[in-house]
């Protein structure tokens, strides 16, 4: 097979410069959008305000960029100095000026025929770092890119792509690395987390997610159930630049819906772990679902806020669950401080003092089906939940469904799917999709805003005392403090990503992917 061939198209030149201490102290330059989440908290919040709940039914179409591609779009834009970048399926990059949404360069990649990727060949996002934009490819490369011209400075292959592996994640870039997660747990790969040198692309740590023979956790997957175990960290973690940390999720375990073949716990699937970001060595971890046999991956932005829990001020790391928990954790030691369903749920009596599901009984997969709250779908998915300072609320996506789960024969073979089982989703009255808002340092519910289907789109809080979300091909903002609706507009295509915002010449935008462009709106 020939390798790849990689094509560059310069339209016009531009200059950023984005340098980590930028990155760092995004919150002082709110008018960029300069990581996946817009800042290293995972937070998906704007401190802009120009467009509020006084003013946002004036929103209008600003410009659309439309993309040349067939797969679904799941790309958020960054946005510095005045240039949008973004990741185009399969895994191309193109630079557009965020005035008019006219193309500045784009990096076009070509790939082998037989790619494996379960669930689209997309790609969510690129990370810039100094001079050089970075994108990772469904055939497993990450590649760095001018981000004057588009022109490639170098390319590592991270893994062979043949075994199931690919890269979909919108990699993170801090000091003087960049960190990318994989793809592929559908296809009995073993998951890790890799971190490589910004300048050169030389790989500095990986961090496996499924440990090998005499490392801490192997115990705990039965004989060699190890070495396809799944475990990947395909959505991107989050960053703590005073204690160094990166907080990463991790997928299920393979196979997804046979745990007979994988007895134990399966460290660390379906766990937030975080890593030195110097070292890659592991500080701690919390696995959500230990022996997941219902493909609830915790593949979710993990959030990092500050907030006082039972009378005590803590650094904490908040997320909505796929299990349909809502977990607080101290993200300087791990401990478990909260858990609470944050949707309807069958599969656990509650969770213990650490923070460990109680199983119900008869709840596992079986050959004539096992009928579970929640769907394989889950609680919620990888799309992004928000946290706004402003109102101390986290907004998340969620949706209420179940699923027979049923168990099948797993026989691992390189490149081929590796589920073990299958699902069917059950229709119910009882199904529905909402955007919720929790109060973080509780998880009750303070309001709903319910939806006629769940959604695939996550979520934008701003200071304007919004809430932006997407549903059936609808945008929309909420009220932040109440959920009531306010402005909406139609696309006319599919929304599967996440909303941001920006600066353009003083002016308030914010931007989606919907169907196959970037559409961005603006005050008229």
């Not at 903002?477 to 909406?488: E, F, I, N």
Request: neutral net charge.
């Amino acid at each position: 097979m020939k390798r790849a061939a990689v094509f560059v198209l310069i339209v016009a030149p531009v200059v950023a410069q984005v340098g980590f201490d930028r990155i760092r102290n995004a919150e002082r330059e709110p008018g960029s959008w300069l990581t996946y989440s817009g800042d290293y908290n995972g937070r998906r919040h704007s401190s802009l305000a120009q467009i509020n709940r006084g003013n946002v039914s004036r929103l209008k179409v600003a410009w659309i960029y439309q993309i040349p591609a067939m797969h679904k779009v799941e790309t958020t834009p960054l946005v510095a100095d005045g240039v949008m970048y973004l990741s185009e399926p399969p895994s191309n990059v193109t630079a557009l000026d965020v005035r008019t949404g006219r193309k500045l360069w784009s990096y076009i990649r070509r790939f082998p025929e037989d790619l494996r990727v379960c669930c689209g060949q997309v790609n969510r996002g690129v990370a810039i770092l100094d001079d050089l934009v970075f994108v990772g490819t469904v055939d497993a490369y990450l590649v760095a890119l001018d981000a004057k011209t588009g022109i490639k400075r170098w390319e590592t292959k991270v893994i062979d792509y043949a075994t199931g592996h690919a890269i979909t994640v919108a990699p993170l870039a801090l000091k003087d690395k960049v960190v990318v997660g994989v793809a592929g747990g559908e296809y009995g790969i073993r998951g890790f987390l890799d971190a490589y040198e910004a300048k050169t692309g030389k790989l500095a740590w990986r961090f496996w997610t499924i440990p090998g023979p005499g490392e801490k956790g192997n115990e705990t997957w039965a004989g060699e159930s190890w070495k396809t175990g799944g475990a990947p960290t395909w959505v991107t973690g989050a960053y703590d630049p005073e204690m160094n940390l990166v907080y990463w999720g991790t997928g299920n375990p393979g196979p997804d819906w046979n745990g007979d073949v994988r007895k134990g716990d399966n460290l660390y699937s379906d766990s937030v772990v975080a890593l030195d970001a110097d070292t890659g060595k592991l500080k701690w971890y919390f696995q959500f679902t230990p022996h997941d046999v219902h493909d609830w991956d915790a593949n979710q932005v993990p959030v990092l806020m500050d907030g006082e829990i039972r009378g005590q001020k803590r650094k904490l790391l908040v997320t909505a669950n796929r299990n349909a928990f809502y977990y607080a954790i101290d993200r300087a030691s791990g401990q478990f401080l909260l858990g609470k369903p944050y949707v309807k749920q069958t599969w656990a009596s509650g969770l213990d003092d650490r923070g460990r599901p109680i199983r119900l009984p008869n709840t596992s997969p079986t050959i004539e089906g096992t009928h579970v709250w929640p769907s394989v779908g889950g609680g919620t998915n990888w799309y992004s939940p928000s946290y706004s300072p402003k109102t101390d609320l986290f907004y998340v996506a969620i949706r209420e469904a179940s699923d027979l789960y049923y168990i099948g024969e797993a026989e691992y073979r390189p490149g081929v799917t590796f589920f073990g089982g299958t699902h069917r989703m059950v229709e119910s009255d009882e199904n529905y999709g909402a955007i919720r808002a929790l109060k973080p340092t509780t998880g009750d519910k303070m309001w709903d805003y319910r939806l006629h289907s769940a959604t695939g789109a996550g979520v934008l809080s701003t200071a304007g005392d919004l809430v932006f979300a997407a549903a059936e091909g609808t945008f929309f903002a909420l009220d932040a403090s109440t959920g009531k609706l306010l402005w909406r507009f139609q696309t006319g295509g599919m929304i599967g990503s996440n909303p941001m915002s920006y600066l353009s010449d003083g002016k308030q935008h914010v931007a989606i992917a919907a169907g196959n462009d970037i559409i961005t709106f603006a005050l008229d």
